[in-house]
Nanobody, 125 residues
Framework: QVQLVESGGGLVQAGGSLSLSCTAS????????MGWLRQAPGKEREFVAA????????YYADSVKGRFTISRDNVKNTVALQMNSLKPEDTAVYYC??????????????????WGQGTQVTVSS
């Protein structure tokens, strides 16, 4: 089992940057692909970014490609999301999640087995 705790959310102006971090407990962190997903008010939860278990491959939603960067440290059991050029439409609760499936499942919310509690990101215009 993996327990996930996010941090780093907050309020930022459009065009600004924020960095989210997720710390995992458990000795199997390096066996999971990790993802960041988000849910805006009144909308369904959606995929943002994912990184393979070894960190060699990353995947992004089209809406964040070129602006967000996902990374992980399998020694420290952490995964991060660097968000630049933020837009008001990036406002959402951001969740860190662990995926034990293949890369084909990374873009799907139901592909993730373990979830953090979420952290709020608000981008003002």
């Amino acid at each position: 089992q993996v327990q996930l705790v996010e941090s780093g959310g907050g309020l930022v102006q459009a065009g600004g940057s924020l960095s989210l971090s997720c710390t995992a407990s458990g000795r199997t962190f390096s066996t999971y692909a990790m993802g960041w997903l988000r849910q805006a008010p009144g909308k369904e939860r959606e995929f943002v970014a994912a990184i393979s278990s070894g960190g060699g491959k990353s995947y992004y939603a089209d809406s964040v490609k070129g602006r967000f960067t996902i990374s992980r440290d399998n020694v420290k059991n952490t995964v991060a999301l660097q968000m630049n050029s933020l837009k008001p439409e990036d406002t959402a609760v951001y969740y860190c999640a662990a995926n034990s499936g293949t890369s084909g499942s990374y873009r799907y919310v139901n592909g993730y087995r373990y979830w953090g509690q979420g952290t709020q990101v608000t981008v003002s215009s």
